[in-house]
């Protein structure tokens, strides 16, 4: 089972500000890169994970867990070429 997905007020904020940008993210979308992600990037407090969404953008979701949860903090999309080398 896994464990339940929260989101901070500032992560609930972005998805009207990356729909403003013409940018669009899912709910869904970010449950499944913080639950399934392609890697996690754990060198920085809190961790990043991160989660291919299109041929040429990754979702990239800032998270802490805790026995309660996955805590989002934020997320943003990122061009493949900048983080998959």
Not at 15 to 32: H, I, K, P, R
Not at 54 to 83: A, C, M, N, Q
Request: glycine residues 4%; negative net charge; without cysteine.
């Amino acid at each position: 089972m896994s464990k339940p997905v929260r989101f901070t007020a500032h992560a609930r904020q972005k998805f009207d500000d990356l729909a403003d940008m013409g940018f669009l993210v899912s709910e869904d979308q970010v449950v499944d890169a913080v639950s399934n992600p392609d890697s996690v990037d754990t060198s920085e407090t809190p961790a990043t994970a991160q989660k291919s969404i299109s041929d040429h953008h990754v979702l990239r979701v800032v998270f802490v867990e805790d026995f309660d949860g996955i805590l989002v903090i934020t997320f943003y999309p990122g061009r493949k070429k900048r983080y998959d080398g």
